[in-house]
């Protein structure tokens, strides 16, 4: 991607942060959000401040798409002008004078290009989490399908939902715009392959939310990945706390599609990389599932069976092996001794006495 011209309509060379900014802005904005706001106004002051998203987030640790995230958040609060090209690719990012909501907007500020065309493949930024206050719990309990929706998360958590609870759920419902039904089977196919954790699931739900899952007709349409092998695949890993990249879910198509493997079976080959390389490898199981394919495996039934045929051969030749080792000793051993007297000893040289000569000597006295 091609750089981009970083510019101001202010003279200020510093990095000087607005009251404004501070007062008004800051304390509803993303962490994030804000670390990359400060870090444009830092890039102001370099003699050529032009720089790339890729750059961008290679300095602050964060991917390309949250950058675009955190773009488009402060374009929407007006606090910067992203300009495209023809072809919808960013080319330039304006910084405009944070202004408070009570002061009247200026003429030349309309002046500025806020036109907004997404970049291709970039999603819209998602809403903030934020804390409901004690009155809009109350008001979204009151609606019949949250009401429901609360009674049968609260039966699968098995505990009352506390506050983080009630705000992560009523996020996804208010400020992700995801249906009651739909956060009933989130929490339910998370719960159902161990994932407890309120974290987990609202990392879930994000993911849902950017490829635009709002209710349960979208989950049906949805990709394999959010169905059984998709989970077969993470808990086989060890994977939590995150989603699949695009690349990882390109396996799981090829192993459900091209290979026609079920869950159980992309499961076992998961297994079993874990136990290999101690990591969670997808091209190892990659290997493993197409060496089943090349066999004509079809299910898990079939490479337990091979597992047993095999572990029976390697008996049985191990027990071979072992008769065979005995056996070579003693058929040397006979070959060895060949006629000698059983009852000599064959450590020491063979001596013949003069029984007689030795008595007459004695007798003599010597």
């Given at each position: 991607m091609a750089d981009i011209t970083l510019h101001t309509k202010t003279d200020n060379q510093v990095t000087c942060v607005s009251n404004v900014f501070i007062d008004e802005y800051m304390k509803e904005a993303n962490g994030e959000y804000v670390k990359i706001y400060l870090y444009l106004l830092r890039a102001l002051s370099q003699e050529n401040p032009d720089f790339s998203i890729s750059h961008m987030a290679d300095e602050l640790d964060h991917t390309q798409r949250d950058i675009r995230r955190a773009l488009n958040y402060w374009s929407k609060k007006k606090l910067l002008s992203l300009e495209y090209d023809d072809e919808g690719e960013l080319q330039g990012i304006c910084l405009l004078e944070p202004r408070s909501a009570a002061a009247p907007m200026d003429e030349d500020v309309s002046v500025v290009?806020?036109?907004?065309?997404?970049?291709?493949?970039?999603?819209?930024?998602?809403?903030?989490?934020r804390n409901y206050s004690p009155s809009e719990i109350l008001e979204l309990k009151e609606q019949s399908d949250v009401g429901e929706m609360l009674f049968v998360?609260?039966?699968?958590?098995?505990?009352?939902?506390?506050?983080?609870?009630?705000?992560?759920?009523?996020?996804?419902?208010?400020?992700?715009?995801?249906?009651?039904?739909?956060?009933?089977?989130?929490?339910?196919?998370?719960?159902?392959?161990?994932?407890?954790?309120?974290?987990?699931?609202?990392?879930?739900?994000?993911?849902?939310?950017?490829?635009g899952i709002k209710n349960i007709d979208d989950f049906r349409d949805a990709p394999p990945?959010?169905?059984?092998?998709?989970?077969?695949?993470?808990?086989?890993?060890?994977i939590s706390g995150r989603v699949l990249t695009k690349a990882e879910t390109e396996y799981i198509d090829r192993w459900t599609g091209e290979y026609g493997f079920d869950e159980e079976l992309i499961g076992e080959a998961?297994?079993?990389?874990?136990?290999?390389?101690?990591?969670?490898?997808?091209?190892?199981?990659?290997?493993?599932?197409?060496?089943?394919?090349?066999?004509?495996?079809?299910?898990?039934g079939e490479v337990l069976l091979a597992d047993e045929n095999r572990a029976a051969a390697g008996r049985v030749a191990?027990?071979?092996?072992?008769?065979?080792?005995?056996?070579?000793?003693?058929?040397e051993q006979r070959a060895s001794?060949?006629?000698?007297?059983?009852?000599?000893?064959?450590?020491?040289?063979?001596?013949?006495?003069?029984?007689?000569?030795?008595e007459a000597q004695i007798l003599a006295g010597k």
């Amino acid at each position: 991607m091609a750089d981009i011209t970083l510019h101001t309509k202010t003279d200020n060379q510093v990095t000087c942060v607005s009251n404004v900014f501070i007062d008004e802005y800051m304390k509803e904005a993303n962490g994030e959000y804000v670390k990359i706001y400060l870090y444009l106004l830092r890039a102001l002051s370099q003699e050529n401040p032009d720089f790339s998203i890729s750059h961008m987030a290679d300095e602050l640790d964060h991917t390309q798409r949250d950058i675009r995230r955190a773009l488009n958040y402060w374009s929407k609060k007006k606090l910067l002008s992203l300009e495209y090209d023809d072809e919808g690719e960013l080319q330039g990012i304006c910084l405009l004078e944070p202004r408070s909501a009570a002061a009247p907007m200026d003429e030349d500020v309309s002046v500025v290009k806020t036109t907004f065309f997404p970049p291709r493949d970039v999603p819209s930024p998602l809403p903030t989490k934020r804390n409901y206050s004690p009155s809009e719990i109350l008001e979204l309990k009151e609606q019949s399908d949250v009401g429901e929706m609360l009674f049968v998360i609260e039966r699968y958590f098995g505990h009352p939902l506390n506050t983080t609870e009630l705000n992560t759920i009523f996020y996804w419902y208010d400020g992700l715009g995801m249906s009651a039904g739909l956060i009933s089977r989130l929490v339910e196919t998370c719960i159902d392959k161990g994932h407890n954790s309120v974290h987990y699931m609202n990392t879930v739900a994000l993911d849902w939310a950017t490829k635009g899952i709002k209710n349960i007709d979208d989950f049906r349409d949805a990709p394999p990945m959010y169905s059984r092998v998709y989970y077969a695949v993470t808990k086989g890993f060890g994977i939590s706390g995150r989603v699949l990249t695009k690349a990882e879910t390109e396996y799981i198509d090829r192993w459900t599609g091209e290979y026609g493997f079920d869950e159980e079976l992309i499961g076992e080959a998961c297994k079993r990389t874990i136990l290999k390389t101690g990591k969670a490898s997808f091209p190892y199981a990659e290997s493993i599932l197409k060496s089943w394919k090349m066999q004509g495996v079809k299910n898990l039934g079939e490479v337990l069976l091979a597992d047993e045929n095999r572990a029976a051969a390697g008996r049985v030749a191990g027990s071979v092996a072992g008769s065979q080792t005995k056996a070579q000793p003693r058929k040397e051993q006979r070959a060895s001794q060949g006629n000698k007297n059983p009852l000599s000893l064959h450590n020491f040289d063979e001596r013949s006495y003069d029984f007689a000569n030795i008595e007459a000597q004695i007798l003599a006295g010597k």
